[in-house]
């Protein structure tokens, strides 16, 4: 039967209400909730300190005595919902992870086999009277509570039952504003060098904090030089890039000096104790706890998120970032690491820059803001995407086709053992040996090349890995890539036309290839090529009969027949017109279409796996963030409304099912088919988010951002239903009954 104190149910508290300690906001973030001395500190008695409750219990305890308290259902509080209890925080989580987290995992799930309930003593009665807490939600959020005030050095706490039954669509969506994005925000310079500049891959002899600077930004250079010497202590190699960046420059530099940080936007800042001016990292958001560098596209999935929760400042900061890289880089690198300068990732930057653009209309720089992005996505499109080796000529398409040499830098040579070896016996050679010969060019293998040129191209896709790629990245035009280009040729064209005045120059500084100073860009020239990469996605891209958009291999000169997610990417991007995007909807929702939302391919495609077969991470039975996101824009973008808050739901539904039954977990992927524990993953690199202890304070970038954005396309009784974890067949059974019963009552005459 409901209860007004059951998570979920209207009268269960949401963020914004105003009942609590002191008439404070028990939804406060975590640090000012914990850290203000006024709200824990009781009104109810004050000689805790001597007749403390728990001391009375654990002498009971001693002596073998019962405990002969009221149950909570007796408590004399006449305001269920402003309860709150009196806590020793100690030696309360001892006792609750004796005997709930029964399997030690510093967790309470559905899977822990405890009795499910653990009795607080109210602070309305100085501990006296006692109230039951049940259930795996309340008494995980308890877990997750005590440990968040241990960390903050609190012994004692009063805390308040609304953070205990709180509806979990309102806790996570409070966790993933205040406290995720948080958790997950960098900056590089003096405050964090020591810890980003390490690097987990550096195999050298003589492993230190790393920094490379480029040429063109001498103020950092000097920046990290005197740092360096005023703190000798953390070792920092400070190393200038040279000018030009080659697949053999960044193989040496992984050796001699080693694998370093590289450089990121920083601003002018002035010292407030000695008034001296400085440079200060700008803020960008990881993809999650363990990363410290710029990753590419996870920045824009989590800048859709970001610009929901009121962050335009992280998110247009990262388009600085962005754009730094461009100039420096030459191109949105896969990650801010030496080893990935040869390597991009899927450009998403004209439409970011335009959705932080939006939100930052007021400002007085908000227009040289967008120019500048606009300009560095012009660069990166002449110079990375059309031009070779990423062009395809003969179609006007683009693949990700990186250049790099040997075996990925960035990866230990015995990931590839089942590969390699072979190779080495050819040879008559050691595996080490073998290894630093191929990688010095003194061997020469051309199918060993093939096989690292795809490598590195799935890597580049993002979508790293997938049968669908595996070693035959680099000759295919994905539909990916070339609906992202078109979205940027689009933009370009529009911006130019509406906001430039149809005139647009790039000055000297942004000029590479072939590029000239002074050259104006016009809104004529981007029409005619988006126009023209429309007609080639579906002159090579585009079948008919299936309905759907598939990979083209340029080498083969045949269509692919993978049947992938990546199908909805057109219509986030504008390609089709609306019959085409009819005909996806018909035949690749039923394709894709699965418990917890959208799956990233069908089985039929995966084919059979096995212990020589093994799953891939972006391959069926798994679904992704980036995925469902693009896909319900697109949607949406053809009139779709219906469609998008069905599938929104279920992926809501699923992340929220997760976070209720296992503490808390926000994870980077999940098993959509999976309607218990869908945040299990068995594929290769398992799965970021799940090693955490009591409480998770990140959650995923993109998973994060999937959640608040999401939560934008589903109505208000979807919002209820998922705040009472209710599945989408539940809810739309529910629906249909409600429907029936309006239309059987008779209407007035």
């Known amino acids: 039967m409901s209860n007004a104190l059951e998570p979920g149910h209207p009268g ?73 209890f009196l806590v020793d925080v100690d030696h309360t989580l001892e006792s609750l992870r004796a005997q709930e987290d029964t399997d030690d995992n510093m967790q309470i799930t559905i899977e822990d086999t405890g009795p499910k309930v653990l009795s607080l003593g109210t602070a309305a009665s100085a501990g006296h009277n006692r109230f039951d807490i049940r259930g795996t939600y309340m008494l995980s959020n308890l877990l997750q509570e005590l440990s968040l005030a241990k960390e903050f050095g609190r012994k004692r706490i009063i805390l308040d039952i609304g953070r205990l039954n709180e509806n979990p669509v309102s806790r996570l969506s409070r ?83 080693g694998p370093g940080l590289l450089a990121v936007e920083m601003e002018e800042h002035i010292e407030p104790s000695t008034g001296e001016k400085t440079l200060k990292g700008m803020p960008f958001v990881v993809p999650g706890g363990r990363f410290n560098e710029l990753y590419g596209w996870d920045s824009y999935m989590e800048s859709l998120g970001l610009l929901v929760n009121d962050k335009a400042h992280l998110a247009k900061a990262m388009v600085q970032h962005f754009c730094f890289c461009i100039r420096h880089y030459g191109k949105i690198l896969n990650a801010t690491r030496s080893y990935y300068l040869t390597r991009s990732q899927p450009p998403f930057l004209t439409d970011m820059a335009l959705r932080v653009y939006q939100n930052i209309q007021h400002e007085p720089d908000a227009k040289k803001f967008l120019k500048e992005a606009m300009i560095a996505a012009i660069k990166e ?25 040997g075996v990925p830098p960035e990866t230990e040579a015995s990931h590839f053992d089942h590969i390699l070896e072979p190779y080495a016996e050819k040879h008559n050679m050691r595996f080490e040996q073998f290894v630093e010969a191929y990688n010095r060019g003194d061997v020469h293998e051309p199918d060993l090349d093939e096989y690292f040129l795809h490598d590195r191209a799935v890597r580049e896709s993002g979508h790293d890995t997938t049968y669908r790629l595996e070693k035959v990245c680099a000759n295919l035009a994905t539909i990916d890539l070339n609906s992202l280009l078109f979205k940027y040729e689009m933009d370009i064209s529009r911006t130019i036309r509406i906001v430039f005045d149809d005139h647009l120059e790039i000055p ?79 035949s690749a929702i039923p394709k894709f279409e699965a418990y917890g939302g959208l799956l990233s391919g069908t089985e039929k495609s995966r084919g059979e796996v096995s212990l020589t077969r093994p799953n891939r991470q972006w391959d069926y039975p798994y679904g992704w963030a980036p995925q469902q996101m693009l ?103 529910a629906q249909q009954a409600r429907e029936e019963k309006f239309f059987e009552e008779p209407g007035p005459i």
């Open 175 to 257: 966790c993933i504003k205040t406290q995720f994005w948080e958790g997950l925000t960098r900056r590089i310079d003096a405050s964090s060098i020591e810890v980003a500049a390490r690097d987990a891959k550096d195999w050298t002899d003589d492993p230190r904090p790393r920094i490379y600077i480029p040429r063109g930004a001498p103020e950092q250079y000097e920046y990290y030089r005197k740092l360096a010497r005023e703190r000798p202590e953390i070792r920092l190699d400070v190393q200038l890039l040279p000018e030009v960046i080659t697949a053999d420059v960044v193989m040496e530099l992984n050796h001699n000096p």
């Open 631 to 733: 896909a319900w824009t697109g949607l949406y973008r053809y009139g779709y409304a219906d469609l998008v808050q069905k599938l929104a739901y279920k992926w809501l539904f699923m992340v929220t099912k997760a976070f209720f039954d296992f503490n808390g977990v926000v994870v980077e992927k999940y098993d959509v088919t999976r309607p218990v524990d869908p945040h299990r993953v068995d594929a290769e690199y398992g799965n970021q988010g799940l090693d955490f202890k009591g409480v998770a304070k990140e959650g995923f970038g993109w998973v994060n951002a999937s959640y608040v954005y999401g939560l934008q396309f589903v109505s208000t009784d979807m919002k209820r239903a998922l705040g009472t974890v209710t599945p989408y067949e539940v809810y739309e059974k």
């Open 381 to 405: 499109y002449y110079t990375v995407w059309m031009a070779e080796p990423r062009l395809d000529r003969k179609t006007g398409l683009s693949r990700y086709r990186p250049e790099g040499r």
């Open 12 to 84: 269960a508290h949401r963020p914004g209400s105003s009942a609590g300690s002191n008439d404070a906001n028990i939804f406060d973030d975590a640090k000012t909730y914990y850290a203000s001395e006024d709200r824990h500190i009781s009104r109810y008695h004050k000689r805790h300190s001597t007749h403390s409750q728990d001391s009375i219990l654990r002498k009971m305890e001693r002596l073998g005595l019962q405990n002969r308290y009221r149950r909570g259902s007796h408590d004399e509080a006449t305001r269920p919902q402003s309860r709150q």
């Open 508 to 586: 000297a500084e942004w000029c590479s290839g072939s590029m000239k100073p002074g050259q104006v860009e016009t809104s004529t020239m981007w029409d005619r090529r988006w126009r023209r990469r429309r007609v080639a996605i579906h002159k090579y891209c585009w079948n008919e009969s299936q309905g759907m958009y598939f990979d083209y291999d340029t080498v083969r000169q045949e269509q692919c027949t993978y049947e992938s997610c990546t199908t909805f990417w057109p219509l986030w991007a504008g390609v089709p017109d609306p019959p085409k995007a009819a005909k996806v909807v018909e």
